[in-house]
């Protein structure tokens, strides 16, 4: 029996570094390691003057044993906060520590940690790479069970990562249907901080994800700290105060009970956890997430396409989807411009309504009496590609395929069947089940040469036990994966959109399997504002479906400009989403200008940075590209209280170079003004030559602004000479 844990093996230092961020880990052979450093860039080979322990005092009454924050921070045996890990075997073995550790840098930007509890009998290997080029840390676990009897995990977090003491505040996002991405910020305390979700999908309510900020962090300055659990389920993230003054912040899937459960020899692997921070600030962060996220789109050819145009028939039509009628929409889409026709929901059999027919993914045979040939040829003839919606997991209990297989549906023995939008979901774990929903949907791809489809999810998870009574929600996250990945092998130029009632599920990991997001439900161009603005901390412009809807919005009943609604679907992967063939000519010429206008600049907003500011008196902007070249889009959201408009700095700028500035506006928006009144040099933006202007006054000084009226937008490409 021994007294103390204190490892004896002598303590050794290993360290990441990317280009602006570094960690740094203390080691040994026989103890979990600790965390040192996790922050700004570290010059290489530079090192803490001690092991951890010999530079902390004991405090009174506490343990004699020491422990800090390790790697994987564990309950019983001497830690007293948050465990990265929660486990037992039938109530016993529920403490956990680990007493060996084996190290692997296989390459020098990866840590590979395998750490032994021999009394526990686990192993938990933990996975570390931090990006040399993005400065994005991933982190990841894997748990295996070495024993001879059943573990019972109920928390496994995919990492546990340090913030510094300096940390003060935490941004994160809530919502709901038509509603995602709203800011919260909340400030740092000695309570913990925790967010969770169980609701089956990565969900609209709480974004698995959040930036933490150190005081003075702005959006282009001061050091900024940013996580997200990758993963289409349950999760949940805490930060935690510690004693020392700093905070842990773990993230992980949220497990149901049982889901759990590993067998002796078992493993279980969590989600990636995609980390990062920036002493850029907000935006510093967001330059990091979308890099690491570009790299994991899986494009067909391993490079994106310019983003096509779309036009879906949601809004336009809903349920009613009379060929002609649709046909007559695609007429009237490709002369506009439009280059992916999307129908929409209300295609497949006995589909009049959201009451029935989720899972009978054959043609309806009332509408589409020759199947969807004619229809997909008609589009083709335009010159457009062809999309179709889809929502796989889901199935009607008035629905053939119900009425056929009802054990197919995800239930619970003695409990109700919770439907929602009157439906159930599909328990696609199941063999039978990914291949029936495999074959419909392939057949049909296959039949069509489909390029798109739009995946949707529009309930969340309940009731959700799989046939033998065990709880299905992580199964189902990763059938799904599975089951995008099968039709992509079949099809590799297929794209998908993942769709969950708007944005109910965006996240890293389904982006490794699908190409666009559907970031909204809700096309009300004022409220799409916020809701990109929080989406843009995390993911890259040209992956966020952003639509041109009618007005007045069916979301919110309010009514905005055709310009200022195209300009704040500018951004993204364009698209439009009502009917078009009830605009008047020049309604037509103007929304025709837009759709060029984006086609000249698709390829400047798409790749490059993205910048987010804000000047006040209800001014956000957005800035796109890099110093040499920028779009910049001024939205002013409500009329201004101030008599002269506030300069808009451009810290971005090259402080040495000059730069030439032209106003960007549509054809037909030249002549007719959002402006309340010019200036004379604002003037001279329009059009040629443009103004000249120092990048060190724009950049310190900034940007004249027109006055705007409420809800309109003002666009400025900037070039460096
Ligand atoms: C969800 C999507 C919408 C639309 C409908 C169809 O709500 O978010 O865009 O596809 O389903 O039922």
Redesign the pocket.
């Known amino acids: 029996m021994s007294y103390t844990a204190l490892p004896t093996a002598p303590p050794q230092f290993a360290a990441l570094h990317g280009r602006h961020s570094s960690l740094l880990i203390e080691w040994q052979d026989d103890d979990a390691p600790l965390w040192r450093y996790w922050g700004p860039r570290l010059a290489s080979g530079a090192l803490p003057p001690a092991p951890l322990r010999a530079l902390r005092p004991l405090p009174s009454f506490m343990l004699d044993h020491d422990q800090p924050l390790t790697l994987a921070p564990t309950f019983g045996v001497g830690w007293f906060g948050q465990s990265a890990l929660l486990a037992h075997r039938s109530g016993r073995a529920f403490a956990q520590a680990f007493s060996e550790c084996l190290l692997q840098t296989p390459d020098p930007q990866t840590l590979r940690l395998a750490l032994t509890d021999p009394v526990a009998q686990l192993r938990l290997e933990l996975r570390l790479h931090l990006d040399a080029a993005s400065d994005v840390l991933t982190l990841s676990s894997r748990l295996t069970n070495l024993g001879a009897d059943a573990l019972d995990l109920q928390w496994l977090a995919a990492g546990t990562l340090p913030l510094p003491a300096r940390c003060t505040a935490v941004r994160s996002y809530f919502g709901q249907h038509m509603h995602e991405f709203q800011l919260q910020t909340e400030v740092l305390s000695r309570s913990l901080w925790r967010r969770e979700n169980r609701r089956g999908r990565t969900s609209h309510d709480n974004f698995p994800g959040a930036v933490v900020t150190t005081p003075g962090a702005d959006a282009d300055a001061g050091l900024v700290y940013g996580a997200h659990l990758a993963w289409s389920g349950n999760h949940q993230q805490t930060i935690e105060w510690l004693h020392d003054g700093q905070y842990q912040w773990q993230l992980g899937e949220w497990l149901s009970p049982g889901e759990g459960l590993l067998a002796p020899g078992q493993t279980l692997d969590t989600p990636e956890i995609v980390a990062s921070c920036s002493t850029q600030g907000l935006n510093g962060l967001a330059a990091n997430f979308h890099a690491e996220l570009r790299a994991r789109l899986p494009w067909a050819g391993g490079a994106m396409r310019p983003r096509p145009v779309h036009l879906?028939t949601?809004e336009g039509f809903y349920f009613d989807l009379e060929p002609a009628k649709v046909m007559a929409l695609a007429d009237a889409a490709a002369a506009v411009g439009v280059e992916r026709f999307v129908v929409?929901?209300g295609w497949f059999q006995g589909r009049h309504h959201?009451r029935a027919a989720l899972g009978d993914w054959w043609p309806d045979a009332a509408k589409f009496p020759l199947g969807l040939g004619p229809l997909v040829a008609h589009v083709r003839r335009l010159g457009m590609e062809f999309g179709l919606?889809v929502?796989p997991e889901m199935v009607n209990p008035d629905s053939e395929l119900h009425r056929a297989h009802p054990d197919w549906a995800l239930q619970l023995d003695g409990r109700p069947m919770l439907t929602a939008r009157n439906q159930l979901v599909l328990d696609i774990a199941r063999p039978e089940v990914a291949d029936y929903l495999f074959d419909k949907i392939e057949a049909l791809v296959r039949a069509h040469a489909i390029d798109y489809l739009?995946w949707?999810h529009?309930r969340d998870l309940s009731c959700a036990g799989l046939a033998d009574g065990r709880p299905g929600y992580r199964a189902q996250v990763l059938a799904v994966y599975a089951l995008m990945d099968r039709l992509r092998a079949a099809h590799p130029a297929l794209e998908i959109e993942s769709?969950?009632?708007?944005g109910g599920r965006i996240d890293f990991a389904v982006l490794r399997h699908a190409h666009r997001v559907?970031t909204s439900?809700c096309i009300d161009a004022l409220a799409r504002i916020d809701t990109q603005r929080g989406y843009l901390q995390f993911f890259p412009p040209e992956v966020m479906g952003a639509h041109v809807g009618t007005a007045p919005a069916h979301s919110t009943g309010r009514s905005q400009g055709m310009d200022f609604r195209a300009a704040v679907a500018l951004p993204g992967h364009f698209g439009l989403e009502f009917d078009l063939r009830q605009l008047d000519a020049p309604a037509l010429t103007q929304l025709g200008d837009w759709l060029r206008l984006y086609k000249r600049w698709r390829e400047r907003l798409h790749h490059g940075r993205v910048w987010l500011g804000e000047t006040g008196d209800s001014v956000v902007w957005q800035a796109h590209g890099d110093a040499a070249e920028l779009l910049l889009l001024v939205y002013r959201t409500a009329p201004s209280t101030l008599r002269y408009m506030p300069l808009l700095r451009l810290p971005m700028l090259d402080r040495s170079a000059r730069y030439r500035l032209r106003q960007v506006e549509p054809d037909s928006q030249i002549g007719r003004r959002s402006l309340d009144s010019t200036a004379p040099w604002l003037e001279s933006l329009r059009g040629e030559p443009g103004a000249l202007i120092d990048g060190a006054w724009l950049a310190e000084a900034g940007l004249a602004l027109p006055r705007c009226k409420a809800e309109t937008a003002f666009m400025v490409h900037l070039s460096r000479l």
Do not use: A, R, V, Y
């Not at 769709?499 to 708007?502: L, V």
């Open positions: 879906n949601w929409d929901d959201d919606w929502e739009k949707d529009n769709c969950s009632g708007g559907w439900d």
